[in-house]
């Protein structure tokens, strides 16, 4: 049972255009969001995260918008560069639980 | 600030043979993890350890999976004996843990083969 969804296995985005992605969860209790990066043989790293009292958090490129009401959250990258062409994880977990569940990722293709 | 650091990075070892992974958690990280990842999936979480004591291993197959976390630092995850199906990246992280909403930093992973 996938508590935390990426239902586009792959992206392939222009470069300097807008990468969407996106992430659903069926757990109501999620309270914290969190995105992170993955290029081959290297661990995920964290890129940005959002707590469910906001709907939106931004960081220089990156946006994560969070819908409650409808489970799903998503991480815009604009513009996206080449650099940004890894494998995206989204990743949900609930307060006092420090428990983080990870969905199955999203490759990004940013092309030239 | 030193990162989550794993050793080794590469291991290869036939079917029924047994293997450890170590990892050093970033200093002062209350909140240990292992997470497998499986080729082509997300990571799953395998075992979450706060200071020295087992928070969640509800996912982790206990007849041959085992991981302790002596002293509340480092910790290691063995597999004995090991399947096929058991080739997987095994990703440690950890995070400051204390029940407050907060990210958790990866190590680099070891990467199992079983063969």
């Known amino acids: 049972d996938q508590q935390v969804k990426q239902n586009s296995p792959s992206l392939s985005v222009q470069e300097g255009r807008i990468s969407i992605l996106n992430c659903d969860y069926t757990?109501?209790?999620?309270?914290?969001f969190l995105w992170y990066k993955k290029y081959p043989a290297e661990g995920p790293t964290f890129l940005i995260s959002?707590?469910?009292?906001?709907d939106k958090n931004e960081d220089g490129r990156f946006t994560v918008f969070l819908n409650k009401s409808a489970k799903h959250l998503s991480l815009h990258i604009v513009p996206s560069q080449p650099g940004d062409s890894a494998v995206y994880f989204c990743?949900?977990?609930?307060?006092?639980?420090?428990?983080?569940?990870f969905g199955k990722g999203t490759r990004l293709h940013i092309l030239p | 600030e030193a990162g989550v650091a794993q050793s080794p990075r590469y291991k290869i070892i036939e079917k029924r043979q047994s293997v450890a992974f170590w990892c050093n958690p970033i200093?002062?990280?209350?909140?240990l993890y292992w997470y497998q990842q499986i080729l082509g999936q997300g990571p799953k979480l395998l075992i979450q350890?706060?200071?020295?004591?087992?928070?969640?291993d509800s996912q982790l197959p206990k007849d041959r999976f085992s991981a302790e976390r002596l002293k509340g630092v480092d910790s290691t995850l063995k597999i004995q004996p090991a399947k096929l199906e058991d080739s997987a990246v095994y990703l440690c992280?950890?995070?400051?843990?204390?029940?407050?909403?907060?990210?958790?930093?990866f190590g680099q992973g070891t990467r199992l083969t079983v063969v």
């Open positions: 992280a950890s995070s400051l843990g204390r029940r407050i909403n907060t990210e958790a930093f």
């Open positions: 757990n109501s209790m999620f309270d914290y």
């Open positions: 959002i707590s469910s009292i906001k």
């Open positions: 990743a949900a977990s609930a307060l006092g639980d420090d428990k983080i569940i």
């Open positions: 200093s002062g990280h209350a909140t």
């Open positions: 350890f706060q200071n020295n004591g087992v928070v969640d």
